[in-house]
Every structure is written in structure tokens, then in C-alpha cells.
């Protein structure tokens, strides 16, 4: 076969993935609830199945008033929009979810992407550009890094939370406009970027910030007074939907809306989905909101005390090693994943611990068992 020849290229690629260890495969079976036990035991009379796995950190894709908000959707348009906003595809529902949003977020508007990701895409694209310093953390989400890429801006990184070398990099010579990027709750550590230095950098220099926050669940909410910035959230975080949602200056959303492209040419967000997420922000911003958020905390510190987020990470190191942990707690009931190059830097595999309000003590003094007996323990 010529060099040129795909048959054998993939088949070397596919090889290549399996020698070092990072095999992936979609299609396994899974426990029928995002979180908490699942309805059955095991058979034999074991331990109910608890999943550890999920990013429904408030445990509200099950909420009544979400399932409701959804199926009235369904009712009424229908399960998907059959256009892009700005082509025919626009439903009441999404305007008045950005208006929630941006109210929520003390903004003058927002912006609905269909995902998370496309929304650190749209951003991205949008502001950067050949006349545009990206200055992104080290540790950014893969849907930053891909951002920057689109952007076809210079893109200079900085050690992750260093908010010094950042400033250094905003200021050094260079191209005439800079923005900085950072994610708020980083996924793999679930730590916190230093965003009022970084606030205070981006004020100095007259850079736009942008900040993802799709993991920051237990807040506080940053200061942002004097710094021009944008705010990036999911809703399939902690208001159990999905999408993606851009909040800020209403001149800054507007160019978002004529010129993101991964708003203008993307099918609009099916109505269920934007219902159930406008339900669960109202829960979040209610009373019981405040509750699931305080056993939330409470959750966590069970694991792992004043840990800033429901992030836990357990590095185990070596690839095969994390996966053998993750295979040894699947047994016994406990799902949680073994996250492995390229997600996070060789020799940092880890089990990643995403926590909930629906788990019970119970549960989580099971996981910290389960570890212990396998030599390992949360990182505080």
C-alpha cells in the first residue's frame, strides 16, 4: 500500500492507542441514575451501584419542577427547533432564559450555545484574531485550548494560577489588544484560579477576561467591577441540562450574535432543554437552591474538608494503575473514572470524584473506605 493509504493509517493510529494504554470506548453499560444509588441492587444481594461519575452536582436533571418544565416543553414545540436562532428557530423559552441568565449574573445580557464547548468557541473566535494576545492558563479546559486555536490569535500560557507571570504576559510588547482566559474551577484538580488578581491584571492592562465557570457550583461570585469581561457557564453543570450560555456587556453579546459562528450556523437548543434549565436556575436562585448548596458543602468536606469544589481528584500516577483502581471500585459498586493523557499531563493519572447533594453520608464514607484499602485518599 502507498503511503498515502487511509486503511493502514488508521489501523497504525488505533494500534498507537492501544500500546500506550488510553484505549477508550463508548457504549458501556451504566447504572440507570446520574448519581446516588440506583434503584436495584447489585445481584447477591450487594451494595447498590453509586455513581461518582456525574457532573449534576445539585442533583436537579431529576428534579419534579425540571422533568415538568421539560415535558411542557415537549408539548409545545415539539423536540427540536429545525433552524438556527437567527434563521427560524428561536422559541420564547430561549429569550427568556438569556434574560434569566444575565440577570443571575448581574450582566446586561446573555447568549444560549447549544453546548459549553461551542460557547468557549464562539468567544473565542470571536474577540481573538492576528491582532489579539489569547494570555490562557496552563490547566484550561480542552474547549479553551481549542478556542485559542480557532482564534488565530498569538496565544501565550501561563503557569497554571500564576496571576504575576499572566499579568507579565498581558503587558509584555506584542500585538495592540489582549484578553485572558481562565476557567474558574479547573475539572481535573477542582481548584480555584485566583480571579480577583487576575480581575485586577486584566484592569490594569485593559484586557478583556473571559471566565468559564461551568464547575463553580459553591461560588463565591467574583468581583468584576472595573474590568471588561465575559462569563461562560454550562447548563449541564449544576442546572442539570444542556448547553452553554455567554453573559456580559450587551455591545460585547451583540457581536457574539453576528459574529460567533458556532451560534449563527448551529441548530438552536432544543425548548426542553432550555425549559429545564430556566427551571433549574429558578431552584437554584430559591431556597431550596441554598439548601441543596449547603448539603453540597457538606458533602464534600465529608470527603475531603474545605476542598473548594466538588471536584475531588485521587492521582494515582501511572495510566494502567488508575484504571486498575477505577476496575477495583466498579466492583464494588462505586463508579468512578480513571482519567488518563491526554486529559490531564502524563504521570498525573488520577480517579476524578465528581460529588452531589444526592449522595449520603453512607455513600461517601464507602468511597473513602474503598480508597483507603487501596492505598489512596482524596487530595485536600
Known amino acids: 500500500m502507498g503511503a498515502g493509504n487511509w486503511d493502514e493509517w488508521v489501523a497504525g493510529q488505533l ?7 488510553r484505549w477508550r470506548s ?8 446520574p448519581h446516588g444509588p440506583s434503584p436495584e441492587p447489585k445481584a447477591g444481594g450487594a451494595e447498590p451501584q453509586v455513581s461518582f461519575s456525574s457532573n449534576d452536582y445539585l442533583g436537579l436533571s431529576r428534579h419534579p419542577a425540571v422533568v415538568a418544565a421539560a415535558a411542557a416543553a415537549l408539548d409545545e414545540w415539539g423536540t427540536g427547533t429545525g433552524a438556527s436562532r437567527l434563521v427560524g428557530g428561536e422559541r420564547p423559552v430561549h429569550v427568556a432564559l438569556e434574560a434569566a441568565v444575565a440577570e443571575w449574573k448581574s450582566t446586561e445580557a446573555a447568549l444560549l450555545f ?19 494576545r489569547v494570555v490562557s492558563d496552563a490547566a484550561n479546559h480542552a474547549s479553551i485550548v481549542d478556542g485559542c486555536r480557532l482564534a488565530r490569535a498569538e496565544v501565550a500560557v501561563y503557569d497554571h494560577g500564576d496571576a504575576e507571570e499572566a499579568e507579565a504576559l498581558l503587558t509584555a510588547p506584542g500585538p495592540p489588544r489582549r484578553l485572558l482566559v481562565t476557567d474558574t474551577v479547573f475539572s481535573m484538580d477542582g481548584d480555584l484560579a485566583p480571579v480577583e ?40 453543570k449544576f442546572l442539570g441540562s444542556l448547553g452553554g450560555v455567554v453573559a456580559g456587556r450587551r455591545d460585547l453579546v451583540d457581536l457574539l450574535v453576528n459574529r460567533a459562528r458556532p451560534f449563527v450556523f448551529t441548530t438552536a437548543t432544543p425548548p426542553a432543554d432550555a425549559a429545564a434549565a430556566l427551571a433549574a436556575l429558578e431552584l437554584l436562585r430559591s431556597a431550596e437552591g441554598h439548601r441543596r448548596r449547603t448539603a453540597l458543602r457538606a458533602n464534600v468536606d465529608r470527603l475531603t474538608p474545605a476542598h473548594p469544589s466538588p471536584i475531588v481528584p485521587v492521582v494515582v500516577g501511572d495510566e494502567r494503575a488508575a484504571v486498575e483502581a477505577a476496575r477495583r471500585l466498579a466492583e464494588q459498586g462505586l463508579l468512578v473514572p480513571a482519567i488518563r ?9 488520577r480517579l476524578r470524584v465528581s460529588v452531589s447533594t444526592a449522595h449520603t453520608p453512607g455513600q461517601l464514607d464507602r468511597l473513602a473506605r474503598a480508597l483507603a ?7 485536600p
Not at 457504549?27 to 441514575?33: C, F, L, M, N
Not at 484499602?373 to 487530595?379: E, Q
Open 15 to 21: 494500534a498507537a492507542v492501544g500500546a500506550a494504554g
Open 26 to 33: 463508548v457504549g458501556r453499560s451504566v447504572p440507570p441514575a
Open 114 to 132: 447549544p453546548t459549553g464547548y461551542a460557547a468557549n468557541l464562539g468567544v473565542l473566535s470571536t474577540f481573538g484574531g492576528p491582532d489579539v
Open 197 to 236: 488578581a487576575l480581575a485586577s491584571a486584566c484592569a490594569r492592562a485593559g484586557a478583556l477576561l473571559v471566565l468559564d465557570e461551568a464547575h463553580a457550583v459553591l461560588g463565591p461570585a467574583p468581583d468584576l467591577s472595573g474590568v471588561t469581561s465575559l462569563r461562560v457557564a454550562t447548563l449541564s
Open 341 to 349: 493523557p491526554p486529559t490531564v499531563p502524563p504521570g498525573t493519572s
Open 373 to 379: 484499602d487501596l492505598g489512596l485518599r482524596a487530595r
